[in-house]
């Protein structure tokens, strides 16, 4: 997969729109009004940041037992079997945790375990609102194993960073991609968070477009801390999962660091938004196909490091692609897509002087591999980007 979930790490209409929040469904009778599975796929090199990360949660916003609102994690940390479990506060303000189910050791990049899982839920947990969020590596669109591949172009020496970013990893080799993620949901949700890097882009977004209502994303990779849990569950279990309200506790977190610790990029993407700003965009590639390939990519924002050039910014791109009166209807459209937007000044040691709050694959005419690839998304299927 990617770090697609790699840090890889659920229907509802929206009636508070200025809040960005979502509300239950139609005022269907279901017995929960609320259900977010927090997934851990952390059988790697992050594990000790996924069990930092379940103690935080302890020391936030919990629902009650008695709650119509269920906060569920299924956490697989390296040395113990992978289980889902129920963590509220009882009666007395006790913090417990209900096993949900226990699971032989299995790989949790594996689609169908995140299928079986969210499958479960659905029977256990009758809801009108599901939310998720994931948690592990990841690498956006890119195919399973790319992103260190040999073979791919890029610097390979030892990223000085790599302790304090969710860098690449697997569950014993398996990466799950963003494809397979897309058909591991089978209902809607309302939202999904991405707590791993590089998910805040147009292939991503796009791909999940018809799985859920909202994304929650960095173009750039995360720090390992990932969200402050103690701090998020309170917006997200409120009388609608206020979406920015948890942005902005993500990015007031980092931006209140110092040095390199103040890294944060995050967006709010709206995907029903996503099928008028594809339709522009094919118009634009269609018009200006010449224009793609002569990009002066020295000009672009960038999103990436060591020279993993495969995170670019999406307005930059296309202000170089298109007329002046497309790129004016690209960005009104990216707009009513990407709803909200945080960064700080840089994210370590990239420079953020341009941000739209998404990214996109800029081709590399060269690169067929990742050609052929790209164009089983279907973001490239409706735009044709690359041909």
């Known amino acids: 997969m990617n770090r697609t979930i790699y840090r890889f790490v659920f229907s509802l209409i929206l009636i508070v729109p200025l809040l960005f929040s979502c509300t239950k ?8 009004d609320r259900v977010v599975l927090l997934y851990l796929a952390a059988n790697n090199n992050l594990s000790s940041y996924a069990s930092n990360n379940i103690e935080s949660i302890k020391k936030g916003y919990l629902p009650s037992e008695e709650d119509k609102k269920i906060l569920l994690v299924y956490s697989h940390i390296s040395g113990a079997l992978p289980k889902l479990v129920r963590i509220y506060k009882d009666r ?46 990841a690498t956006g669109w890119l195919p399973g194993g790319y992103y260190d591949s040999p073979s791919a172009p890029g610097t390979f020496f030892p990223d000085p960073y790599k302790d304090i970013v969710k860098s690449f990893g697997e569950d014993n080799g398996r990466e799950m991609e963003i494809t397979e993620l897309a058909e591991a949901i089978g209902y809607p949700l309302s939202f999904i968070i991405f707590d791993c890097c590089f998910m805040g882009g147009i292939e991503t977004a796009y791909q999940l477009r018809n799985k859920c ?22 917006p997200l279990f409120g009388k609608s999962a206020d979406l920015t309200g948890t942005g902005n ?3 007031d977190f980092y931006n209140s660091k110092s040095g390199i610790y103040r890294s944060a990029t995050l967006a709010l993407y709206k995907t029903d938004k996503l099928e008028n700003l594809a339709g522009i965009s094919k118009r634009i590639f269609s018009n200006n196909r010449a224009e793609i390939s002569a990009v002066e990519l020295s000009a672009v924002q960038e999103y990436f490091r060591l020279g993993k050039h495969w995170f670019y910014d999406i307005s ?22 990407v709803i909200k937007k945080w960064t700080t000044e840089s994210f370590i040691d990239i420079k953020i002087e341009s941000y739209s709050g998404m990214s996109i694959y800029v081709p590399v005419p ?22």
């Not at 469904?25 to 929960?32: A, H, L, R, V």
């Not at 299928?115 to 969020?133: A, M, R």
């Not at 690839?373 to 279907?378: E, G, I, R, V």
Request: charge should be negative; include cysteine; proline fraction near 3%.
């Open 213 to 234: 209502e909202y994304i929650l994303a960095s173009p750039t990779e995360i720090l390992a801390t990932g969200f402050p849990y103690d701090m998020i569950m309170a």
């Open 316 to 337: 930059d791109f296309m202000r170089q692609v298109a007329s002046t009166n497309e790129y004016n209807e690209f960005v009104t459209a990216l707009n009513q897509v």
């Open 366 to 387: 060269s690169n067929a591999y990742l050609s052929g690839f790209y164009k089983n998304y279907s973001w490239n299927q409706v735009c044709q980007m690359i041909q």
């Open 92 to 137: 007395e303000g006790i913090i417990r945790e209900d096993v949900v189910s226990n699971y032989q050791e299995q790989n949790s990049a594996d689609p169908l375990v995140l299928k079986e899982v969210l499958d479960k839920i659905k029977v256990i947990f009758p809801s009108g609102e599901y939310g998720l969020i994931l948690w592990s590596h």
């Open 249 to 251: 506790l993500f990015f």
């Open 25 to 32: 469904q139609n005022g269907d009778n279901y017995e929960y």
